[in-house]
């Protein structure tokens, strides 16, 4: 079955960049069915889709225009994982970061708290 | 963007009674592709990420209890608990997956009564 396991820190600098991984298992991130994820969660702004990437003979990227300019998100085929990297962080990017795939969002990663702060 | 706008915010339903939640967006959701509205439905427990229950308006994922149901067309959308147990109360989320960037409701806490 489909698992999707995240990593990274939970507490960043302003200023800084924020940087998540999301590991796949159970699928690939080259499928040409499936689309990578990112959102978080806050109590300010709810449920936010960030972006995503996907693979249709080639590689595209979204992003959501409220993170545009400050956000990359990658695929790494050679460890069927993609990651999230948010640039210039204030504290209003305080949220949980989810990775999920679809378009429905079938499978979520377990959730990364993130906190910025100095 | 799609704005989807839930209600109510919250319900509190006793056990074995109906719970319905409405979702409306702010325009159509229909994919011509299959002819099927692009609106998925998540519950939400504290300290776990959501779980899709309902994808294309009524499409329960597998797992999902029969008590889940979704319906709707144009831009009105609900999901209903037949009969609500313990175990569903949760925050639920509608969504959009018809255009990017995906856009969620405000989510609609259930609880007991």
């Known amino acids: 079955q489909v698992q999707l396991q995240q990593s990274g820190p939970g507490l960043v600098k302003p200023s800084q960049t924020l940087s998540l991984t999301c590991a796949i298992s159970?699928?690939?991130?080259?499928?040409?069915?499936?689309?990578w994820n990112w959102i978080r969660q806050s109590p300010s702004r709810g449920l936010e889709w960030l972006g995503r990437?996907?693979?249709?003979?080639?590689?595209?990227?979204d992003y959501a225009v409220s993170v545009k300019g400050r956000i990359i998100i990658n695929p790494d085929t050679s460890k069927n994982q993609f990651s999230l990297q948010l640039n210039s962080v204030t504290p209003e990017d305080t949220a949980i970061y989810y990775c999920?795939?679809?378009?429905?969002?079938?499978?979520w990663g377990q959730g990364t708290p993130v906190t910025v702060s100095s | 963007d799609i704005v989807m706008t839930q209600s109510p915010d919250s319900l509190a339903v006793s056990l074995g009674e109906r719970a319905t939640i409405n979702c409306k967006s702010s325009?159509?959701?229909?994919?011509?592709?299959?002819?099927?509205?692009?609106l998925a439905w998540y519950q939400q427990k504290p300290g776990q990420p959501p779980k899709l229950l309902i994808s294309?308006?009524?499409a329960r994922q597998s797992g999902v209890p029969d008590r889940f149901s979704g319906s709707g067309s144009g831009t009105d959308f609900t999901l209903t608990i037949s009969s609500l147990q313990a175990e569903d109360v949760a925050v639920y989320y509608c969504?959009?997956?018809?255009?990017?960037?995906?856009?969620f409701g405000g989510g609609t806490r259930v609880e007991i009564k």
């Open positions: 969504q959009q997956h018809y255009s990017i960037p995906l856009t």
């Open positions: 325009q159509t959701v229909l994919y011509s592709g299959n002819n099927k509205n692009s």
């Open positions: 294309w308006t009524s």
């Open positions: 990437t996907y693979y249709r003979s080639e590689w595209y990227n």
């Open positions: 999920a795939r679809g378009f429905d969002l079938d499978h």
């Open positions: 159970g699928d690939s991130v080259s499928s040409k069915s499936s689309a």
